[in-house]
């Protein structure tokens, strides 16, 4: 899996702009806490690909030692969000083209299966009704500008989709799938209207899916998957340093 070090694709700074510092909870193990702090940080681009970040500085923002940030630092790079060069730090890793590729075909065929599965069995009242407060929560979020509640909830939405089948260990695997697009929706999010769209689609899906459509709410479906995919060309040329280009033709 290549991953560009070049200097062009580094945002030298000394200092990470996130993750949101909340207090550690001794109870818990810290290093799973700076994990889960640090890797959503990079999923929003608070942390922005290439961007330096410093075990130091994160042990000082959240007020722990160095073992537990090590350790934090080990499972994000196991994810593939970040990467170390010897000599020159840890960096947030740039996208790859080819595995968000993979990952759309991956997404798109686990909800398609899904949405279709919900259609042939039906939706529970008690899904439904989860469903349609998500989507109003959403709207909630649209009229008040937050970006990053949209994605919690646009998150939601999915999960309750694969929940409502009874085949809860899906989750799991969407969710794996949909973080290697999570930087990519970020980028698309701060379109103007995308949010809206997206919005429109999900009510779109359930609505489909309520009356036993199957065509209709695969096929819109997946428009809304492939959305950010659509857009990819557009957001390479205007974010060229955030993904990994080949190295003989500068080309993604």
């Known amino acids: 899996m290549k991953r560009n070090a070049s200097s062009e694709s580094q945002t030298n700074v000394s200092q990470p702009t996130g993750p949101t510092i909340t207090p550690l909870d001794y109870a818990r193990p810290a290093d799973e806490q700076i994990a889960i702090a640090v890797k959503a940080a990079i999923l929003s681009m608070e942390l922005p690909p290439g961007q330096l ?9 959240f007020g722990a030692s160095r073992t537990p940030v090590r350790a934090a630092f080990a499972q994000l790079r196991e994810e593939g969000l970040l990467t ?10 740039n996208l790859s083209l080819k595995e968000i590729k993979a990952a759309q075909f991956l997404r798109e065929a686990i909800e398609a299966t899904v949405v279709q ?19 109003r929560d959403q709207q909630t979020a649209i ?8 994605r919690l909830l646009d998150d939601q939405f ?21 973080a290697v697009l999570d930087r990519l929706r970020s980028l698309t ?3 103007d209207g995308t949010m809206e769209r997206l919005r429109a689609d999900h009510v779109a899906i359930v609505e489909a899916i309520k009356v036993g459509d ?11 998957v492939r959305l950010a995919l659509d857009t990819l060309s557009g957001l390479v040329e205007r974010n060229r340093g955030y993904f990994d280009l080949d ?6």
């Open 53 to 61: 970040i410093s075990e130091k500085e994160i042990g000082r923002m």
């Open 84 to 93: 170390t060069w010897p000599s020159r730090g840890t960096f947030v890793t």
């Open 117 to 135: 599965q919900l259609c042939d069995d039906g939706l529970s009242a008690d899904f439904e009704k989860a469903l349609f407060k998500n989507i």
């Open 143 to 150: 009229e008040s500008g937050d970006e990053t509640s949209f």
């Open 158 to 178: 999915h999960a309750l989709l694969v929940e409502a089948t009874g085949y809860e260990r899906i989750v799991a695997a969407l969710n794996r799938e949909k």
């Open 189 to 191: 999010l701060t379109s």
């Open 214 to 224: 199957s065509s209709a709410a695969i096929e819109r479906l997946q428009i809304h």
């Open 247 to 252: 190295e003989t033709t500068g080309e993604p």
